[in-house]
């Protein structure tokens, strides 16, 4: 579904990632973790074309990501992104920022666009808010809303940069109930986070990645019990014991 | 003060009047087209290709570096020669005051978009929609929120700098209130009154342009 | 275009003095009216934002009155009426004796307007750098007056410098207005020399070359301090 191959990118003269390989398979859950600073968002960020790189490929659904010839907007219409500071539009109302894309990407009409937009707000727990305000809602309420208005477009995948990093301790559980009931059912996702228990419940690997590299590629269960590299050990041993 | 003649304002309130019209009609046509040509060149600017941004930005810092007198005497000057023909100074003054506003717009437009957290236009690709229809629908609309008192006091100023059509004889309300003045002799009651109007209408309109700024979600 | 060019009339004696002393005078203004709108700027400004009710509302009237009257106005306010409503004494002296009446009336009005602008800026500065840091002054024992002393106004000055440049490049584009009491500065001798040999091309670029050097100059001016006192560096740390 997703194939990440030898990718490098910098900014400037600081070296953001380098070689870095990686696939998901449709179905899939990866978790990706790592220190902060070590290219995790980067990546992810790279694989619907947000951030332009300079060597590799990314492959996605069998479409080259930095194909001159490639229609971005329509892969990444297929591509769900769910963004650390949620990022819904602050002029708009619930249902409106989860019917604006399906409008005006997809072509329905305002009617059909609003109905499923409403019915996925009910499923992310939400269908009393449609005509709230971002600014309106908790950090957790805005945050499933931004998960609504990604799913709304029918995603083959799902990309989240850290979704939970932003929100307050009690507002965490309910953004990744709403993420890992997507996993149960199937989604193909990839996910930065640190919430280690999210990835213990449902990642089917984790790619542990640090200073630009993707030092560890490994099944969730092998990474938990005996994670390859030293600096994998000292970054689960902090964050578990938090 | 018994040497004051208040009478001749009622008495030249006619010719004000006119003078007043062809104020409105600059400010008018500066800010719109001031605007949408200042619109313009802030996309330029924001532009990642060079051979866009740097004419835009050119432009805008040599206008911002003149005087609008010397503009308006350069159009004066340049426009009859550019068409061949003599047109009347206030064609040649609606183009200067145009192009001289435009990149004062271009400013505050692209402060307004560049204001917008970078995230949004993030999140609206990532969805699929394109680049303009992220500025349109996403960007523009958050922008024009916070550009609205800064363009209501660039109005006042575009108010304000209209009284320098003084310099090509045209008759705007202080250029009338000026011919009153020296005609009759009543230099203090005219200039006590343009000042009047003028405090008036800009520092209203400042108020307003403070007051709606409060009530902005920060 | 039908369009004789002839740039040496440039460098004819007569209209190469014409042009030069109109670009002294521009420069003799703007450094005049800046100085005074620096003074009365700075006063108004920290008396905006003076724990004092009574010098916040006098400074409030100033910039409310001086900013929303426009610059040409306030010149033939002072230019035409003001010699008219004084005492007859003094009237007749601004009249008579005043040295080169048209240029310190011009400095005076283009000061006093640029002063009202200067001052809403020292404002800004002082409420956005220095303010915040008000609590955290009294909490080491200063009392008010001496927290706004010696931290909320220093700090809040220097912050301030860049922004200053921009009303400093609007002083010197004012100085052209003087050309409507008579002041031969440089927009009025560019204007001189086209009516006189209407070659209007070359008379008004040197106007307009001149406007961009001095703007080039006064932008490095003011970056220069601006560096050594450290201001952009107050502006970008959020307090």
Sequence with gaps: MIVIDDLHKSYGHQQILRACSATVNLGEVVVVCGPSGSGKSTLIKCINGLVPFERGTITVDGVSVSSPKTDLPALRARIGMVFQSFELYPHMTALQNVSLAQIHVLKRSRAEADARSEKILARVGLGDKRDSRPSQLSGGQQQRVSIARALAMDPRAMLFDEPTSALDPEMINEVLEVMQELALEGMTMMVVTHEMGFAQRVADRVLFMDRGQIVEDTPKAQFFTAPASERARQFLTNVLTH | MSDFDWGIIARSSAFLAEGMALSALLVLVATVGGLILGFGLALMRLSSHRWLSVPASTYVTVMRTLPLVLVLFWFYFLVPLAIGRPVGSLTSALLAFVLFEAAFYCEIVRAGISNVRHGQSDAGLATGLRRAQVLRLIILPQALRAMMPLILNQIVIVFQDTSLVYVVSLHDFLTAASVVASRDGRATEMYALVAVVYLVICLGTTKAAEFYRKGLPS | ?239
């Design chain 3, 1 to 239: 275009m039908n369009y004789r060019w002839d740039w040496s009339i440039l460098f004819k004696d007569t209209y190469m003095g014409w042009l030069w002393s109109g670009l002294l005078w521009t420069v003799i203004i703007s450094l005049a009216s800046w100085a005074v709108a620096l003074m009365v700027g700075l006063l108004a400004g920290t008396a905006r934002s003076s724990p004092s009710r009574g010098a916040r509302l006098l400074a409030g009237l100033y910039i409310d009155v001086f900013r929303n009257v426009p610059p040409l106005v306030q010149l033939f306010l002072w230019y035409f009426v003001l010699p008219e409503v004084v005492p007859d004494s003094f009237g007749l002296w601004l009249k008579r004796d005043l040295p080169y009446p048209e240029v310190v009336t011009a400095v005076v009005a283009i000061g006093l307007f640029a002063g009202s602008r200067v001052a809403e800026q020292v404002r800004a500065g002082i409420d956005a750098v220095g303010a915040p840091l008000m609590p955290a002054a009294l909490a080491t024992g200063l009392r008010p007056a001496q927290a706004y002393r010696l931290i909320v106004l220093p700090l809040g000055l220097r912050a301030i410098v860049g922004p200053l440049t921009s009303e400093f490049l609007i002083t010197v584009k004012l100085s052209s207005l003087s050309l409507t009491i008579g002041v031969l500065e440089l927009t009025a001798q560019s204007r001189h020399v086209e009516n006189y040999t209407f070659q209007g091309f070359e008379a008004f670029t040197f106007a307009t070359i001149g406007y961009l050097v001095i703007g080039l100059c006064v932008t490095g001016l003011m970056r220069f301090i601006d560096i050594r006192i450290g201001g952009a560096a107050l502006r970008k740390t959020p307090a």
